[in-house]
């Protein structure tokens, strides 16, 4: 079966520092992967989402950048983290070609900037 | 372009109550529609999904029928508990991503 990992569960860092969320998905191959940002007590804001190994397609315009080094492999990054950066990070993953199928979500990573 | 509307809430129920929350939708073609729920702290759980109208997905004594016509995909439970609160969103499909709703949280009190 097909899991995904996220990691770190919890991360508190400095305004001005910079970013690595990492994310990997197990048991299939060639995944859609997915970052959003789900702000406190907001709804979810898609940040990218990639059809294959290094194509990134960003829907909103920030300090955060996504790469995919690898098929299952999917990394949120930032060289200087804002106050604004502050919220609840999740990664997910749909089957590739399958458009009416769901995605599949992680864990999350709550992110406090201080 | 697509856009999922969900009741406001918080929607506050006594335990065993009914429960229906609100969702419906615009998108062009014919999307598969999603609820999908948060416990606090955690990612998203897939509830339930329906891929064509007049479909009927259920889980978990959750139900929610894709009614074409009306253009609505409205969540129901005959008899919510304690461990059903969370969010819930409601969410339809694009050709590379999902589009959501705002979510729409469920406290249920003994």
């Known amino acids: 079966s097909q899991t995904i990992h996220q990691w770190p569960a919890t991360l508190v860092q400095p305004v001005g520092s910079p970013l690595s969320l990492e994310c990997t998905v197990e048991g299939t191959s060639n995944p859609n992967l997915y970052w959003y940002r789900q702000a406190a007590g907001r709804g979810l804001q898609l940040l990218f989402y990639?059809?294959?190994?290094?194509?990134i397609s960003s829907e909103v315009p920030q300090n955060l950048s996504a790469s995919r080094p690898q098929d299952r492999q999917f990394i949120l990054s930032s060289k200087k983290l804002l106050l604004s950066d502050s919220g609840f990070y999740l990664c997910?993953?749909?089957?590739?070609?399958?458009?009416?199928?769901?995605?599949?979500f992680g864990d999350g990573t709550r992110l406090s900037i201080l | 372009g697509d856009s999922v509307t969900q009741m406001e809430g918080p929607v506050t129920l006594s335990e065993e109550a009914f429960l229906t929350i609100n969702c419906t939708y615009t998108a062009t073609g014919y999307p598969s529609l999603f609820w999908y729920v948060q416990y606090p702290g955690e990612g998203l759980q897939l509830l339930l999904k329906?891929?064509?109208?007049?479909d009927k997905g259920s889980n978990k004594g959750f139900e929610a029928t894709y009614r074409k016509e009306t253009t609505s995909f409205h969540l129901e439970k005959g008899s919510v508990q304690v461990s059903d609160s969370a969010v819930y969103f409601c969410?339809?499909?694009?050709?590379?991503?999902?589009?959501f709703g705002k979510g729409t949280m469920l406290l249920v009190s003994p």
């Open positions: 997910a993953w749909r089957a590739q070609g399958s458009s009416n199928q769901p995605q599949h």
């Open positions: 329906a891929t064509k109208a007049d």
């Open positions: 990639s059809v294959g190994i290094g194509q």
């Open positions: 969410a339809l499909t694009g050709y590379s991503t999902l589009t």
